[in-house]
């Protein structure tokens, strides 16, 4: 079983996350050392925790920043060993409602790689709309789905949603990892400054496309990409076992 919390970022606090992120990111993705730390002393910066109540580690984090009436989330994070207990879903609607009712917040955005389909699936079920696409946004090649969500429904909860009973089955730590739980991936965060082709619904009008027909045209290109991913890792998958 796991417990959620919203720590305060101190040394210890960043030392545990320092290590988690060197865990599951790579190299050029992880925000280890001092990048992470400078995001966690922001005063727009959101925390939320899961750890095992069993030893008290730490299962995961998301990590988002808040500005003006947005929540924008830079990363989610769960162990290797303790997937597929719904850690992510629960620390996603535990910041989201933290920020609808403790911040105003009004909506919330993420961007997300185009082929993790998992957690394209996750953050829709959680009431988020695809909204453009970021092309190379993680490298040549790697393009990310920018999605939006309005925070809304969370308002009027008196509290986040309970935790799901997946909670009770999650694995201390070191526990052998579940099989492609990709929805509990992280994605690499930030809010521009990355120099990423930015496609909305401005510039699909200059392409010729209506703007009604912009968000409808951006879901069927985010899906497109996600399937042909789906499909590369099925060919390779099938070579492999020639």
């Given at each position: 079983m796991y417990r959620l919390e919203a720590p305060t970022p101190d040394a210890a606090v960043i030392a545990e996350l320092n290590k988690l992120e060197g865990q599951i990111f790579k190299k050029q993705d992880s925000w280890a050392g001092g990048e992470l730390e400078q995001q966690l002393k922001k005063r727009n910066t959101i925390v939320?925790?899961?750890r095992l109540v069993a030893d008290d580690k730490l299962a995961g984090y998301v990590l988002c920043s808040s500005t003006g009436l947005n929540l924008h989330v830079a990363k989610v994070a769960v162990a290797p060993g303790c997937r597929r207990c719904g850690?992510?879903?629960a620390l996603m609607q535990d910041v989201l409602w933290r920020a609808a009712t403790q911040r105003r917040s009004l909506s919330s955005s993420l961007h997300v790689a185009l082929e993790n389909a998992p957690a394209l699936g996750l953050y829709r079920s959680l009431g988020?709309?695809?909204d453009g696409l970021l092309y190379d946004y993680y490298s040549p090649g790697r393009h990310a789905a920018k999605m939006m969500a309005d925070l809304e429904p969370y308002r009027s909860m008196q509290a986040p949603p309970p935790l799901p009973p997946a909670a009770y089955a999650a694995q201390p730590l070191g526990?052998?990892?579940a099989d492609g739980d990709g929805g509990e991936e992280p994605e690499r965060g930030g809010e521009g400054g990355h120099g990423e082709a930015e496609v909305d619904a401005y510039d699909w009008k200059q392409y010729g496309a209506k703007e009604g027909s912009a968000k409808s045209t951006?879901?069927?290109a985010v899906g497109a990409a996600a399937a042909a991913a789906a499909d590369s890792r099925g060919g390779k998958a099938a070579r492999a076992k020639r």
């Open positions: 939320v925790v899961a850690i992510a879903r988020y709309a695809d526990a052998a990892a951006c879901a069927k």
